[in-house]
Nanobody
Framework: QVQLVESGGGLVQPGGSLRLSCAAS????????MRWYRQAPGKERVLVAS?????????NYADSVKGRFTISRDDAKNTGYLQMNSLKPEDTAVYYC???????????????WGQGTLVTVSS
């Protein structure tokens, strides 16, 4: 069974940094696009950043995090990352990773979600 396992959340002061990880466990052959979403209390889940696969690694960011967050991936480790710098209280949310995963070359991509990791920015 393939699943996405997130780590790296926690409590950080304003202006601090955190690095989130999203590792695909189980047998897979390929990960296409990877995305990070976040959901603040009482709000809808929104897209924060995305990165394409195929060795291209084209990135895209929500305006609210441009210049502060960096999405990356290590395909050898089947892992994606979200480096978050200059964190603000409004960045407080549960962060979810999302990825299109192919288990074998004979199957189509399946969309998976991580369990979510809480990021709290507070003094």
């Amino acid at each position: 069974q393939v699943q996405l396992v997130e780590s790296g959340g926690g409590l950080v002061q304003p202006g601090g940094s955190l690095r989130l990880s999203c590792a695909a466990s189980g047998s897979i052959v390929n990960i296409n696009v990877m995305r990070w979403y976040r959901q603040a209390p009482g709000k809808e889940r929104v897209l924060v950043a995305s990165i394409t696969g195929g060795g291209i690694g084209m990135t895209n960011y929500a305006d609210s995090v441009k210049g502060r967050f960096t999405i990356s991936r290590d395909d050898a480790k089947n892992t994606g990352y979200l480096q978050m710098n200059s964190l603000k209280p409004e960045d407080t949310a549960v962060y979810y990773c999302n990825a299109a995963v192919r288990r074998t070359w004979y199957q189509t991509y399946v969309e998976l979600w991580g369990q979510g990791t809480l990021v709290t920015v507070s003094s």
